[in-house]
């Protein structure tokens, strides 16, 4: 892995050039490679304000890395969005959560009768989307985790990574977005089943009723803020998915933080 400790001298002394008082500067792990030139990539901090150096200590004009700079930035944004959803969607107990679930509508049915046969049926359904896209979504995450273990290990990434990551990333969000508009679609399924079992005369009815209530605060129904958060992510990233690099949305807001000249 890339650190302070072993820059080149030539290009420490390049960063140590363009770096303003107080400033200090963190290296990007992994050099960009493209086109046989090797590029090191630093962000100073507090400005956020990046500067790209070649192998030789040579200091490009922005004009002539514009690409280079969306792919640097484009792999780090996707990196740190992975970390991000390891956090969240990966870390949530979600298959185990909805495997009891399933197992409660069934016993349901069974106490129910053949009344509530097609809701049970639905969100039977909706069950197995669920943990089929999450089965996806953590395949993803691992993957991305593998691709930045071995990216810091070589010390180097390439366009071709970028498009990896960039790809895992469609195929994790595409897949939370198939979650949450099934469970959106299954919402008035879920309500009707509490409505089934509070009605329900059974002295066992209640202890069901009980629970189905407790699991549906667990699904997302249209107001849940990850609905929005989500229809971001897919107008941005998934409906970009075959975008070209250089006239992706961030594209701009990348080449606006350049310090290169």
């Not at 090191?40 to 150096?53: A, G, I, K, R, W």
């Not at 740190?80 to 399933?102: A, D």
């Not at 996806?136 to 993957?143: E, L, T, V, Y």
């Not at 509070?198 to 066992?204: D, I, M, Q, S």
Request: proline residues 4%; aromatic residues 8%; contains cysteine.
């Amino acid at each position: 892995m890339i650190t302070h400790d072993n820059l080149p001298d030539v290009v420490q002394k390049s960063v140590e050039q363009y770096k303003k008082k107080n400033e200090v500067y963190d290296v990007f792990p992994a050099k960009i490679i493209i086109n046989d030139i090797s590029y090191y990539y630093f962000m100073y901090l507090p400005s956020n304000e990046q500067l790209f150096v070649q192998e030789n200590g040579v200091v490009p004009r922005k004009i002539d890395i514009e690409k280079i700079i969306i792919i640097a930035n484009d792999i780090n944004s996707t990196i740190e969005k992975f970390s991000v959803m390891e956090k969240t969607w990966g870390k949530q107990p979600l298959e185990k959560r909805i495997y009891s679930y399933k197992r409660l509508i069934n016993k349901a049915k069974n106490i129910l009768g053949k009344s509530d046969k097609k809701t049970i049926d639905f969100l039977n359904s909706m069950i197995d989307i669920i943990v089929r896209e999450q089965r996806n979504i953590m395949r993803c995450i691992s993957d991305a985790k593998e691709m930045t273990r071995k990216m810091r290990k070589n010390e180097y990434v390439t366009i071709k990574d970028q498009k990896r990551y960039r790809d895992m990333l469609v195929s994790a969000i595409e897949s939370a977005i198939k979650q949450n508009n099934e469970q959106i679609a299954r919402a008035n399924q879920r309500k009707e089943l509490i409505k089934l079992a509070r009605e329900c005369k059974k002295v066992t009815c209640f202890i069901v009723y009980l629970r189905l209530k407790r699991f549906n605060k667990y699904f997302i129904e249209p107001d849940h803020p990850d609905v929005e958060f989500l229809r971001e992510l897919e107008k941005n990233i998934v409906k970009n998915k075959d975008t070209p690099i250089e006239k992706l949305p961030d594209a701009k807001v990348y080449l606006r933080r350049i310090r290169n000249p």
